[in-house]
């Protein structure tokens, strides 16, 4: 049985950086279960989704963000929605889409809500023939304002985000630390060993990075919660058909609606509709 995954975070105070570390074999296992693309495509669903989840860690108690790509060339639609507790629900439209682009045309929207606020933050990137990998980081630098990058892991479920925090003295004019790409060519032996290793054991993980110097700074659960219910699927479908409850029935009694981000049916009553 695979452990739930995790994200941890852990900090080289001596060059300025934080590494960040998906587990997230659990998650992807869940994800083929859950939804029933194959092949490039759900290639492509995996490398996006364990490049983008990372993010949670600039998420503060409290908030949520949501991560919509909006691909016209190739034409699909993915949504990615977590929150700071780590749960998280994702859709990849249509569901026959069995391409890995390499390059995508289209629009990210990024959406941070926060706690006891109903004004939500939101940034949108155009993308123009942007590579697929370049999307992530562009989210991280353009969206988030960070100086940081992803890796995803080729043999395992797993993936690395490095960031270079801010210096020390902000009035200094030459940044002398090592830049992000130096520390990743640095470190390029270690995340690949930390890939092939495949852990899902937090005292093995942790251990992993420690013995290479740097610090444990804490980790969270990541998992797959999905809060639709039944009484907001009658909610939104009284919303969609109010005018035209046939188009939906077609001489029927009772629907079967299915959630297209956990997949779970519910037997709506044509009645419940039209009860108020």
Same mark, same amino acid.
């Given at each position: 049985?695979?452990?739930?995954?995790?994200?941890?975070?852990?900090?080289?105070?001596?060059?300025?950086?934080?590494?960040?570390?998906?587990?997230?074999?659990?998650?992807?296992?869940?994800?083929?279960?859950?939804?029933?693309?194959?092949?490039?495509?759900?290639?492509?669903?995996?490398?996006?989704?364990?490049?983008?989840?990372?993010?949670?860690?600039?998420?503060? #108690?409290?908030? +949520?963000?949501?991560?919509?790509? $909006?691909? @016209?060339?190739?034409?699909?639609?993915?949504? !990615?929605?977590?929150? =700071?507790?780590?749960?998280?629900?994702?859709?990849?439209?249509?569901?026959?889409?069995?391409?890995?682009?390499?390059?995508?045309?289209?629009?990210?929207?990024?959406?941070?809500?926060?706690?006891?606020?109903?004004? #939500?933050?939101? +940034?949108?990137?155009?993308?123009? $023939?942007? @590579?697929?990998?370049?999307?992530?980081?562009? !989210?991280?630098?353009? =969206?988030?304002?960070?100086?940081?990058?992803?890796?995803?892991?080729?043999?395992?479920?797993?993936?690395?985000?490095?960031?270079?925090?801010?210096?020390?003295?902000?009035?200094?004019?030459?940044?002398?630390?090592?830049?992000?790409?130096?520390?990743?060519?640095?470190?390029?032996?270690?995340?690949?060993?930390?890939?092939?290793?495949?852990?899902?054991?937090?005292?093995?993980?942790?251990?992993?990075?420690?013995?290479?110097?740097?610090?444990?700074?804490?980790?969270?659960?990541?998992?797959?919660?999905?809060?639709?219910?039944?009484?907001?699927?009658?909610?939104?479908?009284?919303?969609?058909?109010?005018?035209?409850?046939?188009?939906?029935?077609?001489?029927?009694?009772?629907?079967?609606?299915?959630?297209?981000?956990?997949?779970?049916?519910?037997?709506?009553?044509?009645?419940?509709?039209?009860?108020?």
């Amino acid at each position: 049985m695979l452990a739930v995954s995790r994200l941890y975070s852990f900090l080289d105070h001596k060059n300025g950086f934080n590494i960040h570390f998906l587990e997230g074999q659990k998650l992807i296992h869940d994800l083929v279960l859950m939804h029933p693309m194959q092949g490039s495509g759900f290639a492509y669903f995996r490398d996006t989704f364990l490049g983008l989840l990372p993010i949670v860690f600039f998420l503060k #108690p409290g908030e +949520s963000l949501g991560l919509y790509i $909006d691909s @016209e060339d190739p034409y699909f639609r993915l949504k !990615i929605e977590t929150n =700071s507790a780590g749960h998280t629900r994702t859709l990849l439209l249509p569901e026959e889409f069995n391409f890995f682009p390499m390059k995508i045309s289209g629009q990210v929207r990024v959406t941070k809500m926060f706690h006891g606020s109903k004004a #939500p933050y939101t +940034s949108v990137l155009e993308l123009k $023939d942007t @590579e697929t990998k370049e999307v992530m980081n562009r !989210i991280l630098s353009e =969206s988030y304002q960070t100086n940081s990058e992803v890796i995803v892991g080729e043999m395992s479920d797993q993936s690395i985000m490095v960031t270079k925090l801010p210096p020390l003295n902000v009035n200094s004019t030459i940044d002398e630390t090592v830049s992000r790409k130096e520390f990743i060519k640095k470190h390029k032996t270690f995340f690949h060993n930390v890939f092939e290793a495949a852990s899902n054991d937090i005292e093995n993980i942790v251990k992993m990075f420690e013995d290479h110097g740097f610090t444990y700074m804490g980790s969270r659960q990541i998992d797959f919660f999905c809060p639709c219910s039944k009484d907001r699927m009658i909610l939104n479908l009284r919303g969609l058909y109010a005018g035209d409850l046939d188009e939906l029935f077609q001489n029927d009694d009772s629907v079967e609606i299915k959630c297209d981000y956990c997949r779970k049916s519910y037997h709506i009553a044509k009645a419940e509709i039209q009860n108020n």
